[in-house]
């Protein structure tokens, strides 16, 4: 068959290794950008998911506009996925693009700062008209005035080879010209040497109904690739060979679909069903869509009509015997305070998971923010001390949600996990787990009475406590003999009368506090990546583990001694943490907030402890963190 014209987009030329010499690459950061309406989240996620077929391993960084709908074209509207792949272990999704392929004048101002001199750029120059220079806020069109000589810069028309290969189709050309990201996604199909046919199933199987979508998109995803090969307008083409990653089955996973996958594992790991009460949030809604596709594991979904109404229906699963989730992020977690309360005082295990982003009030819903750590911990009144666990990747947040569910049951306690917009939406490579390997959480129900009155007659005391972890007995209503009363006020210890005994108030917050304070001889000691010699440590928590670990990489690497220990479990603190600090000259501790951990872990064990602070809802790059890291080292 002979090769595709450049316009042509209905064969594919059958050279998936290029006719030229392909670039070997060891890694590579390519940035899609364009207008809210042009696809790239969808862009960059097929091309994550077939480099994570291809063997890479990978992370990614979606970031979406903080306005819903923003003015198509301008800055604020502008959306961009980064996907970082390479032959080697990665911990980021880059400092800072390689490659950036800018569909539109605004897509270029918002992103071309961060790539570095001699980048490459991919332009659709369909979309450099005045008007969209001037909403862009270009006073001069920077394809002519100099402004982009030091970078590779590849012109293409985009929108004009996708009508072109469209025209056939029946798609109208306002519909047609929609398929342009699969113009843009099949030439850097090409140029990075990846697979093309799973791309193409996917197209066939995401817009089977449509059949004229199906092949516009086909059509344009071929144009591009055909023009990469056809065009001689590339000095090469780049080939980033698969990763040696430890054996085992992988998939590419989110933080938001592995924390889901997470609770469903829980659920059968506590042989109970799962209820979820939420509220839709930016950006915890993708957890209830997950888990709503589950219902053969046991799972049921509530979407409820508010925050409160969630974490009500939640706790009501509790008190029912399932293993009760309610999801939201921090505006949410404001709204949910009070029925917190109540969970802390019912003493019922539930699981509030807080998908960190942005704030105070609505602040920036798509951005990503480590900032609740303090609400976290006391955002309730009175004295009402919860668990909090921590996720630190990706795929962590799985086991993250199992550790959330096994201390909540055991200990018959709220729990509190928090993860963050970053980590909600990028996506790694995940070994999956042998199940077996997996802890058994289950916990007996009550079923017997547990005490006497004094005429000898079986009663249940609902808070009667297990000696050693201070837990209350858990008993389903409507089983016989096991009749009892919970609610808000205050209970007589033991009973679960209404009490307003002072003596037995202060006994009941000692017996809460205590309660969640013992749960740290049940979670592991904080490990040191240390080395001999060191006398900086770089302590974190949540979604900075990959920034940190990348730089902690690269000052080694300078011959200099960094440690590093990341922290999963908040309230309580592992049970050597103040050993640890104390054995470090200098603590460092990034966090995307203004130092929370930090006022923390200073009160808590009096560290001086060095806060490094980013709230610009951008995760941490590992150069800031190394640039941060080399002034206390050279002090």
Avoid at 340 to 366: H, K, N, Y
């Amino acid at each position: 068959m002979a090769p595709a014209t450049a316009h042509n987009g209905g064969t594919l030329t059958d050279t998936a290794a290029g006719a030229r010499q392909a670039q070997e690459l060891d890694r590579v950061v390519i940035r899609f950008a364009g207008d809210s309406g042009d696809g790239m989240q969808l862009t960059g996620d097929r091309f994550t998911s077939v480099s994570a077929l291809f063997g890479n391993d990978l992370s990614t960084l979606p970031d979406f506009p903080a306005e819903i709908r923003a003015p198509a074209g301008t800055m604020a509207g502008v959306s961009a996925f980064q996907v970082h792949i390479s032959d080697h272990d990665i911990l980021t999704p880059g400092d800072a693009p390689n490659v950036l392929v800018a569909m539109n004048p605004a897509a270029l101002r918002a992103n071309v700062g961060d790539l570095p001199t001699g980048g490459i750029l991919i332009l659709n120059i369909d979309a450099f008209d005045e008007r969209a220079l001037t909403k862009a806020g270009y006073s001069s069109n920077p394809l002519e005035d100099g402004s982009l000589s030091g970078f590779t810069v590849y012109e293409v028309p985009m929108t004009t080879l996708t009508l072109e290969a469209a025209k056939d189709t029946g798609a109208k050309p306002r519909d047609a010209e929609r398929s342009k990201n699969f113009f843009a996604l099949g030439l850097v199909t090409w140029l990075y040497h990846r697979p093309v046919d799973p791309t193409l199933q996917w197209i066939r199987d995401r817009f089977g109904k449509s059949p004229i979508v199906a092949e516009a998109n086909t059509l344009a995803f071929k144009a591009g690739y055909n023009f990469g090969e056809t065009a001689e307008l590339f000095q090469s083409s780049y080939q980033v060979r698969p990763a040696h990653l430890p054996p085992g089955t992988y998939t590419n996973v989110s933080g938001n679909t592995a924390l889901a996958w997470g609770l469903v594992a829980a659920g059968t790991l506590s042989k109970l069903p799962v209820f979820l009460g939420s509220y839709p949030i930016t950006p915890a809604s993708d957890i209830l869509h997950e888990l709503s596709k589950h219902k053969n594991f046991g799972v049921r979904t509530l979407q409820a009509e508010d925050e409160i109404a969630g974490v009500g229906a939640a706790l009501g699963a509790a008190f029912g015997g399932h293993l009760a989730v309610t999801t939201t992020s921090g505006p949410g977690v404001d709204l949910k305070a009070e029925t917190i309360g109540l969970a802390v005082s019912l003493e019922l295990p539930l699981i509030l998971v807080d998908i960190q982003r942005g704030g105070p009030s609505t602040g920036l819903p798509t951005k990503t923010e480590q900032a609740d750590l303090l609400q976290a911990m006391f955002g309730r009144h009175g004295e009402c001390p919860v668990p909090i666990v921590a996720a630190q990747t990706p795929s962590h947040c799985f086991f993250a949600a199992i550790e959330a569910a096994r201390i909540a049951l055991k200990y018959r306690t709220p729990v509190i996990l928090l993860s963050d917009g970053y980590l909600a939406n990028s996506a790694e490579p995940w070994r999956l787990p042998d199940v077996n390997s997996l802890p058994d959480i289950s916990v007996p129900f009550a079923t017997e009475p547990n005490s006497t009155d004094e005429d000898g007659t079986p009663r249940f005391w609902p808070y009667l406590r297990d000696e050693e972890t201070l837990a209350r007995p858990w008993a389903i209503p409507g089983t016989p003999g096991l009749e009892h009363r919970i609610g808000g006020l205050e209970k007589a210890d033991g009973t679960g009368n209404v009490s307003y005994d002072p003596q037995n108030h202060e006994r009941m917050v000692h017996l809460r506090a205590a309660k969640i304070a013992g749960i740290v001889k049940d979670i592991p000691p904080v490990e040191v990546d240390g080395e001999e010699g060191a006398d900086v440590l770089v302590l974190g928590w949540g979604s900075t583990f990959g920034a940190i670990s990348a730089a902690v990489r690269r000052i080694r690497a300078r011959g200099k001694k960094v440690a590093h220990a990341h922290l999963v479990h908040l309230n309580p603190f592992p049970a050597n943490l103040g050993e640890v600090l104390g054995s470090y000259r200098k603590v460092i501790v990034p966090e995307m907030n203004l130092g929370q951990l930090s006022k923390m872990i200073r009160a808590e064990f009096l560290v001086d402890a060095r806060s490094v602070s980013k709230v610009q809802g951008q995760p941490f790059r590992a150069g800031e963190l190394e640039a941060a890291i080399l002034e206390d080292l050279d002090v």
